[in-house]
């Protein structure tokens, strides 16, 4: 991996993944944890940035869901199926990954709040709604 060129910062990238609901968390204790992991983690000395994702960085996995965007055709033999993954604030600029247009994620992007997404060229052509 270090001799192949990503696109994302791996070096110095320490991953981990935990499972609250596995200990009887339910949502809200959970995001209350999310929340306590983060800050711990960013007050450690040598710890640059901290980030979140539902997709870990590198799994080799991912999740899909049909998605309605404005102007694209649905139906039973439309094919609107797209891969994502929930991020955190300052995701891609942790990750050393640079927007081609827009801007990153922000704490106020947080649940509750209105929908924002980024997607990636193959995204754009696919759904033709975006030109890059």
Same mark, same amino acid.
């Given at each position: 991996?270090?001799?192949?060129?990503?696109?994302?910062?791996?070096?110095?990238?320490? =991953?981990?993944?935990?499972?609250? $609901? &596995?200990?009887?968390?339910?949502?809200?204790? #959970? +995001?209350?944890?999310?929340?306590?992991? $983060?800050? $711990?983690?960013? #007050?450690?000395?040598?710890?640059?940035?901290?980030?979140?994702?539902?997709?870990?960085?590198? +799994? *080799?996995? %991912?999740?899909?869901?049909?998605?309605?965007?404005?102007?694209?055709? #649905? *139906?039973?033999?439309?094919? %609107?199926? #797209? &891969?994502?993954?929930?991020?955190?604030?300052?995701?891609?600029?942790?990750?050393?990954?640079?927007?081609?247009? *827009? &801007? $990153?994620?922000?704490?106020?992007? &947080?649940?509750? +709040?209105?929908?924002?997404?980024?997607? %990636?060229?193959?995204?754009?052509?696919?759904?033709?709604?975006? =030109?890059?």
């Amino acid at each position: 991996m270090t001799h192949v060129a990503l696109g994302v910062k791996v070096d110095q990238v320490v =991953t981990f993944g935990i499972s609250p $609901e &596995r200990s009887g968390y339910d949502s809200v204790r #959970s +995001a209350v944890l999310f929340d306590r992991v $983060e800050q $711990e983690l960013k #007050s450690l000395p040598g710890v640059s940035d901290v980030t979140a994702s539902l997709v870990p960085l590198l +799994a *080799g996995d %991912n999740w899909g869901t049909d998605v309605d965007v404005q102007g694209f055709p #649905s *139906g039973p033999d439309v094919d %609107n199926n #797209s &891969r994502f993954n929930e991020v955190g604030a300052g995701y891609f600029g942790t990750l050393g990954i640079k927007l081609i247009k *827009g &801007r $990153e994620f922000t704490d106020a992007d &947080r649940k509750g +709040a209105g929908n924002v997404a980024i997607v %990636n060229q193959t995204f754009a052509k696919k759904f033709s709604w975006v =030109t890059i």
